[in-house]
């Protein structure tokens, strides 16, 4: 099976801008979960998709958004990039049950100057 | 606050040295995961513990699980160049999929 395929691997982007992520998770799972990893604070959740649906979502203003498309595939959207965006973005994928293991894409790595 | 908390958050060690990394909580959780993160890439998951006391082992990597599910322990045995990264810990959300990730420790094996 192959894996989480995240595009693009790395970004540079500037203050205002608006940027767009893909993830495509593992066949079959219809979980994606994206996640912003930074030194400071680690790993943070931002939402999680099912089925089209946002199922789930942390705290993170509305300037991050998602979709979800019929076959899985999942996009994150930021508006507006603060430099406090340049992180690294995960996503990450599972078949949906509840607490089943998360298998993570390599990442995007996301620099705002 | 974390919900997770790792320590120590930083390890350097010689070759052949044992080491042990702890992720508390105060609150319980249903399981938790052990992952392995190296730069420029997503973390891989090493094990999950799902019953308390539970002890599990991965060749020279010794996983525990507290009585109350509080709080796991993660023992590497003779430490290798190639166990440097970053151990997270994660633990459940009580509802959905959405899951809690420790602060991590980033181990460095000097050969």
């Known amino acids: 099976k192959a894996g989480v395929t995240q595009t693009p691997r790395y970004l540079i982007k500037t203050r205002g801008q608006q940027v767009t992520l893909s993830c495509s998770p593992i066949?079959?799972?219809?979980?994606v979960s994206w996640y912003q990893q930074t030194p400071g604070q680690g790993l943070q959740f931002l939402f999680e998709?099912?089925?089209?649906?946002?199922?789930n979502k942390g705290n993170f203003p509305g300037r991050f958004s998602g979709r979800q498309f019929s076959n899985s595939r999942s996009e994150m959207n930021v508006s507006t990039l603060e430099l406090g965006d340049s992180a690294l973005y995960l996503c990450?994928?599972?078949?949906?049950?509840?607490?089943?293991?998360?298998?993570f894409g390599p990442g995007t790595r996301l620099l705002v100057l | 606050t974390q919900l997770l908390e790792q320590s120590p958050q930083f390890l350097s060690i010689q070759e052949g040295e044992n080491l042990t990394v702890y992720c508390n909580s105060s609150?319980?959780?249903?399981?938790l995961q052990w992952y392995r993160q190296e730069p420029g890439e997503g973390p891989v998951l090493l094990v999950t513990?799902?019953?308390?006391?539970e002890v599990k082992k991965l060749k020279r990597l010794t996983f525990q699980f507290g009585d109350a599910r509080k709080d796991s322990s993660l023992h590497i045995t003779a430490a290798q160049p190639g166990d440097t990264g970053l151990y997270l810990c994660?633990?459940?959300?009580?509802?959905?999929?959405?899951?809690?990730f420790g602060t991590g420790t980033s181990l460095t094996v000097i050969p």
């Open positions: 609150s319980v959780f249903s399981s």
């Open positions: 066949s079959g799972h219809r979980s």
């Open positions: 513990v799902v019953t308390g006391g």
């Open positions: 990450a994928s599972s078949s949906g049950r509840a607490r089943e293991t998360q298998y």
């Open positions: 998709y099912f089925s089209e649906t946002q199922r």
């Open positions: 994660a633990g459940p959300a009580n509802t959905g999929n959405q899951f809690y």
